[in-house]
Antibody, heavy 118, light 108 residues
Framework: EVQLLESGGGLAQPGGSLRLSCAAS????????MTWVRQAPGKGLEWVST????????YYADSVKGRFTISRDNSKNTLYLQMSSLRAEDTAIYYC???????????WGQGTLVTVSS | DIQMTQSPSSLSASVGDRVTITCRAS??????LNWYQQQKPGKAPKLLI????SLQSGVPSRFSGSESGTDYTLTISSLQPEDFATYYC?????????FGQGTKLEIK
């Protein structure tokens, strides 16, 4: 059974940093592209970032480019999102998703809440 | 960026009804269109349809998808109680991958 478990969310101050993790199990992690999607309170879904199987290629939404860094450790079956220069508008639930074919998200974690506030 | 426009934004229906949700892309996306169901905000979305019309494994056959030009449709043939949720379309033609704003399906 595919499982994705996010962690690392919490309260951060504007301008601060947080690192999210997503521990994967139940599939061969290194075979799949992985993605982060977020959902602000009461809002819809927003794609944040995608990373290739090896980690050699990364893609970002303009809203986070230059501030967020996606990475992965295939030896640990873990996906990361390093978030810096956080803004109030980054407040959201962050989901990691298994990407079955470059933009088709067939399994999702339960999400981790990031709140940016002073 | 490709804009995805869903309609309606909300819909009231009854158990047993047939409902249709539409998503229009701002440009051609060549059936790179997926549909997700989210039972409630804060719960993980679930993939229903990918490639405009392919049913994800384990999804009931009452869900179907179709395409006509830049318009994409999700149809639920006979609503069940567990189908009352919010539905999102999403294009994966190119990055940035973009979602529609969502359609909230409520019980009449």
């Amino acid at each position: 059974e595919v499982q994705l478990l996010e962690s690392g969310g919490g309260l951060a101050q504007p301008g601060g940093s947080l690192r999210l993790s997503c521990a994967a199990s139940g599939f061969t992690f290194s075979d799949y592209v992985m993605t982060w999607v977020r959902q602000a309170p009461g809002k819809g879904l927003e794609w944040v970032s995608t990373i290739s199987h090896s980690g050699g290629s990364t893609y970002y939404a303009d809203s986070v480019k230059g501030r967020f860094t996606i990475s992965r450790d295939n030896s640990k079956n873990t996906l990361y999102l390093q978030m810096s220069s956080l803004r109030a508008e980054d407040t959201a639930i962050y989901y990691c998703a298994k990407d079955t074919s470059w933009g088709i998200f067939d399994h999702w974690g339960q999400g981790t809440l990031v709140t940016v506030s002073s | 960026d490709i804009q995805m426009t869903q309609s309606p934004s909300s819909l009231s229906a009854s158990v047993g009804d047939r409902v249709t949700i539409t998503c229009r892309a701002s440009q051609s996306i060549s059936t790179y269109l997926n549909w997700y169901q989210q039972q409630k905000p804060g719960k993980a979305p679930k993939l229903l349809i990918y490639g405009a019309s392919s049913l994800q494994s384990g999804v009931p056959s009452r869900f179907s998808g179709s395409e006509s030009g830049t318009d994409y449709t999700l149809t639920i043939s006979s609503l069940q109680p567990e189908d009352f949720a919010t539905y999102y379309c999403q294009q994966n033609y190119n990055t940035p991958y973009t979602f529609g704003q969502g359609t909230k399906l409520e019980i009449k």
